[in-house]
């Protein structure tokens, strides 16, 4: 194929439509080939089976499109964990709603770099649309914390009146990441600068936090970070405050807001009070429970929220969305200022003076995929009523499989969840017999479980983000275990 057919333009839907086919044709066998939520075997066998299937990935005459597209697409298929799988649920990865995966193909057919607006007119206007909405629901609507923010009445795109943005200037705002792990660099980077002036900023975290934030102190160039306790699997505000007490310099608490391991929620109401005491300034990785805000039921657990600087959320979590489908929502848009970066090419000052929004700022990334499409599809499609719903659908399911291992003599429960995580393991069994029991599935290509431990023991971790999973699948899973708990 001396000139294959591009994705654009008025003759790319033409082009796609036969290649779709194939995709889902190449999905839909490499599935069922599968049989199961992951392929049996382990790595040797999967990498084998992989390099069986896929050949030469160079080879000196191509395969053509078809050929290709077939044979990698169910290859991938095939070997792939599979979220939608109820029997997958080890970690903070969900399946991704259909409409948003659509969503993401327009996204990549058009291809357009959110790096300045010649490249991206709808795309950067879309963005600062949603992401205004998004922070608005975070801090509240004109300024009123802890109630729905105002969907409808988001930032004027095109306006160049904010640092690094368009839109308004006076109003949070938030910046479109490839998860939680940049947010929260993001969060770091923004805090040190705020507080350049003042000496080297000092991290302060629970025990329980997760990795990204110690990582980024040390991509920062930060000193080490302070942990502070979590003997309950939440930071300890009595021993924040003793944390907090003669520590010199500016200081930077970061609170979580559904943790890894267990899916709890820090006391964010007193994290916060302590931290206005001493003069903190508060981050707040909400990457998995900020999906709270949408259920009427349930953002009550998210109080005290809108009273960090910065706060993480994670749409490819509680929010359905392919990877990636990360947001830092910012209280003061005058924290943005240090992200404003010149470069001729995309932002020159007379374009910018003569109304092209300056883009550059949005990001610590130049070319940028329009993440944002999807889940402007995906907000628009079920609006805040709809993406509630799943919320408490996975929620619900936790709490009716945690009473289910609660009643069950061979189990032991680690606590009520909080979000969608259930901590269980067989009772009496040694945390060595729990890490085998979890690699026999994985190896058997029958369930994925996470791991966790709590309490100064291990934990299987069942994390419940598939609104389609039944109580059925989740008796089933039991039952696995069960039969691999016998030595």
């Given amino acids: 194929m001396s000139n294959p057919p591009l994705a654009g333009g008025p003759q790319g839907p033409q082009a796609l439509r036969p290649l779709l086919d194939i995709v889902l044709d190449a999905l839909h066998d490499g599935a069922i080939a599968r049989g199961g939520p992951l392929p049996a075997g382990g790595p040797g066998t999967v990498t084998t089976r992989l390099r069986e299937l896929a050949g030469d990935p160079l080879p000196h005459h191509g395969t053509g499109a078809d050929t290709a597209l077939r044979t ?8 792939a964990a599979d979220p939608a799988d109820p029997l997958c649920a080890a970690h903070l990865h969900c399946p991704p709603l259909a409409l948003a995966t659509a969503a993401d193909l327009a996204a990549s057919a058009l291809n357009p770099s959110m790096d300045s607006w010649d490249q991206a007119p709808a795309a950067s206007a879309l963005e600062t649309l949603v992401t205004d909405a998004l922070a608005h629901e975070v801090y509240g609507a004109a300024g009123h914390p802890g109630q729905p923010g105002n969907a409808g009445q988001p ?22 990441t490839t998860g939680g792990t940049e ?25 329980n936090a997760h990795h990204s934030l110690p990582r980024a102190a040390w991509l920062l160039g930060l000193p080490d970070p302070v942990a502070v306790p979590a003997p309950t699997g939440t930071l300890d505000p009595a021993a924040l405050d003793e944390a907090l007490t003669d520590l010199p310099g500016p200081k930077l ?35 998995y429970g900020a999906g709270l805000l949408f259920s009427p039921a349930r953002r009550t657990q998210l109080t005290g929220l809108d009273r960090a600087a910065t706060v993480t959320l994670d749409l490819h979590k509680l929010g359905w ?40 700022g949005r990001s610590l990334r130049t070319t940028r995929r329009p993440d944002i499409l999807k889940i402007a599809v995906t907000l628009k499609a079920l609006g805040r009523t709809g993406l509630g719903s799943l919320v408490d659908q996975v929620c ?33 069994a040694p945390d060595e017999h729990i890490a085998h029991i979890r690699r026999t599935l994985l190896t058997q290509g029958r369930a994925v479980l996470g791991r966790a431990r709590m309490d100064g023991r291990l934990w299987l971790k069942a994390t419940l983000l598939n609104p389609h999973t039944q109580p059925g699948d989740l008796a089933q899973l039991l039952k696995l275990v069960e039969g691999n708990t016998a030595r």
């Fill in 72 to 79: 990698l697409v169910q290859a991938l298929a095939e070997g």
């Fill in 183 to 207: 947010a929260n660099q993001l969060a770091l980077l923004l805090a040190r600068e705020s507080h350049a002036s003042e000496g080297p900023l000092q991290l302060i975290t629970g025990a």
């Fill in 396 to 428: 619900d399911r936790a709490q009716e499989f945690a009473a289910t291992l609660h009643a069950h003599p061979g189990f032991d429960l680690y606590d009520t969840p909080t979000l969608s995580t259930v901590l269980f393991r067989p009772h009496g």
């Fill in 253 to 287: 608490v970061a609170a979580t807001a559904g943790t890894t391991d267990a899916g709890l929620i820090d006391p964010l109401p007193e994290i916060a009070d302590v931290c206005e005491h001493h003069g903190a300034r508060l981050h707040i990785d909400a990457a």
């Fill in 321 to 360: 969305q392919p990877v990636a489908a990360g947001l830092l929502a910012v209280r003061d848009p005058a924290d943005l200022t240090p992200l404003t970066h010149h470069a001729d090419y995309l932002n020159a000052d007379d374009d910018t003076e003569a109304g092209l929004p300056d883009l550059l």
């Fill in 155 to 176: 930032g004027n795109a095109g306006q160049s009146d904010r640092p690094g943005q368009s839109g308004r200037p006076d109003h949070p705002q938030a910046l479109v």
